[in-house]
Nanobody, 125 residues
Framework: QVQLVESGGGSVQTGGSLRLSCAAS????????MGWFRQAPGKEREGVAA????????FYADSVKGRFTISQDNAKNTVYLQMNSLKPEDTAMYYC??????????????????WGQGTQVTVSS
């Protein structure tokens, strides 16, 4: 069992930045994948970014490419999501997730076994 705890959400104005953190109770093996998802009211949960903890490959949704960066600190069992140039459409609850990189596409929520409780990000215009 892996427990994930997100932090770092908050309220910012358009163009601002936030850094989300996801601390894992135990770090996943080299075949693991850590993902960030978000869900706005009335919308489906969508993949934002993911990182393969072993090889370090990263993946991004088109809507956040060039603005968001996912990274990891293995010594701290933590994955980060640096979010720059935030837009009102980035407003959502953001969730950290853990799964296997062999489970399938990075952006499908069904390929992740463990989820955090979420942290709210609100971007005002």
């Amino acid at each position: 069992q892996v427990q994930l705890v997100e932090s770092g959400g908050g309220s910012v104005q358009t163009g601002g930045s936030l850094r989300l953190s996801c601390a894992a109770s135990r770090y996943t093996e080299s075949s693991a994948r850590m993902g960030w998802f978000r869900q706005a009211p009335g919308k489906e949960r969508e993949g934002v970014a993911a990182i393969d903890t072993g090889g370090g490959s990263t993946f991004y949704a088109d809507s956040v490419k060039g603005r968001f960066t996912i990274s990891q600190d293995n010594a701290k069992n933590t994955v980060y999501l640096q979010m720059n140039s935030l837009k009102p459409e980035d407003t959502a609850m953001y969730y950290c997730a853990a799964g296997s990189k062999y489970a399938g596409t990075w952006y499908w929520r069904g390929n992740y076994n463990y989820w955090g409780q979420g942290t709210q990000v609100t971007v005002s215009s």
